[in-house]
């Protein structure tokens, strides 16, 4: 059943998104996402995806809305396809659970405000024409003392387009063809850090240690 009315606030956003979850309601969590531009298949897609928040939903502790993370990509290269959101994204709505269901603590997707309602993001995709093999799984671990606090750049290519992003986070897996280079720098003289890359869930190279504050760089090889 859909909701009277679209939410115009931000309590009601909440609201209704919470009832929604709460109740297990697919349809009505289908009523609260923007879905412009996206095709039969992104909207079969975006079945999935709520499926899941449901089944890994729990007794709900809070529902509060977040700005968006730090460098937070609304542009995804996949698979020979491009997927981006279906409008710009204004912050994350955030569900935290009193007992985690398979072991999800909590869970959090994009929201966006169009003529004054509130929705959640929907993702629309297009076919790249890309004819080379297709992605793999692959992934960067940068590993010991200081990871936390370094700043980490990773230039990759994904069914042949390159990407270039900044990650907060130390270790991260995606889609894409092969990375080409990992840059970790960090201003703590207690850093003892390593880069590892992956393929396949396996590590491919390894890199000598950085010992201390600096730069540590590692470069595919051709």
Avoid: C
């Avoid at 529902?63 to 959101?85: C, D």
């Avoid at 990407?163 to 003892?192: K, L, M």
């Amino acid at each position: 059943m859909a909701f009277s009315s679209p939410p115009g606030s931000e309590k009601d956003f909440i609201a209704q998104f919470r009832e929604a979850l709460s109740s297990k309601d697919s349809a009505r969590i289908d009523g609260l996402t923007y879905k412009e531009g996206m095709s039969e298949q992104d909207r079969a897609m975006a079945a999935k995806v709520q499926k899941m928040m449901i089944e890994t939903a729990s007794e709900i502790e809070d529902v509060v809305l977040k700005p968006l993370p730090e460098n937070f990509q609304t542009t995804v290269i996949v698979r020979g396809r491009k997927v981006e959101m279906t409008s710009p994204p204004a912050g994350i709505i955030e569900v935290r659970f009193k007992n985690g269901a398979n072991g999800a603590q909590a869970t959090a997707t994009p929201y966006t405000i169009v003529d004054h309602t509130y929705y959640l993001v929907g993702s629309k995709s297009s076919d790249l024409g890309w004819q080379g093999p297709p992605d793999k799984n692959i992934g960067f671990m940068v590993m010991g003392r200081g990871q936390d606090h370094a700043k980490i750049r990773v230039k990759w290519n994904a069914s042949g387009v390159d990407q270039n992003q900044v990650f907060s986070e130390p270790s991260s897996t995606f889609w894409g063809q092969h990375i080409d280079s990992v840059t970790v720098t960090t201003d703590s003289d207690d850093s003892d850090l390593t880069i590892s890359i992956l393929e396949g869930g396996q590590v491919i190279d390894t890199s000598e240690p950085l010992l201390g504050k600096g730069t540590l760089e590692y470069k595919r090889k051709n």
